[in-house]
């Protein structure tokens, strides 16, 4: 069996507002009541994060509800650099029938944040490790059009606020993907 013929669902999205790059795969399993799912977005150009987990369908009927929770790493350079660990919980709910599905999503990202400084002295040197916590909010809601063969496109709007990067206004993005759980 091909390993990649259980990938039914992955987008590419990018982000006109706030220049987000996300994409997404959902591996289902289980006859779609769960999946597996990764996502890679980069943000305002600052921040990188990855994230691999699990999504629960919560309820299935015309409407979809779906629960994703997923860890990985947010790594931000520039003017403030962070990295650390991350966890993200995303309610995603869609009209799963018809040609067009409208679809609505709210996702909480808190990272624990690790930094290392190297502090030089005149006497010695230091390294010196701050621990910290950040957490992201994303709103978004769209539009996407079903074709009989899985392939779909649509467009959206997201809220990104993520602290110490530029991300914080509404953007706009377009998706394109093929599998019947995209998202």
Excluded: C
Excluded at 153 to 180: C, L, Q
């Amino acid at each position: 069996m091909n390993p990649f013929s259980m990938l039914t669902a992955m987008s590419l999205r990018y982000d006109v507002g706030n220049q987000v790059m996300r994409i997404n795969g959902i591996i289902p399993e289980d006859q779609d009541r769960w999946a597996w799912v990764f996502r890679l977005e980069s943000i305002a150009l600052s921040r990188l994060q990855g994230e691999a987990g699990v999504s629960f369908r919560l309820l299935d009927r015309e409407w979809t509800i779906d629960s994703d929770l997923t860890i990985g790493g947010s790594w931000q350079w520039g003017p403030i650099p962070e990295k650390g660990t991350s966890l993200e919980w995303r309610i995603h709910t869609q009209k799963d029938e018809g040609k067009w599905r409208p679809w609505a999503h709210i996702a909480l990202q808190p990272t624990l944040l690790i930094n290392r400084y190297e502090i030089s002295a005149a006497d010695a040197d230091f390294v010196e490790y701050d621990y910290g916590q950040s957490t992201s909010l994303e709103i978004g809601a769209g539009l996407t059009r079903w074709s009989k063969q899985n392939w779909n496109w649509g467009i959206g709007f997201d809220y990104f606020r993520t602290p110490n990067s530029r991300a914080g206004w509404p953007g706009i993005h377009v998706t394109v993907g093929k599998g019947a759980r995209l998202r």
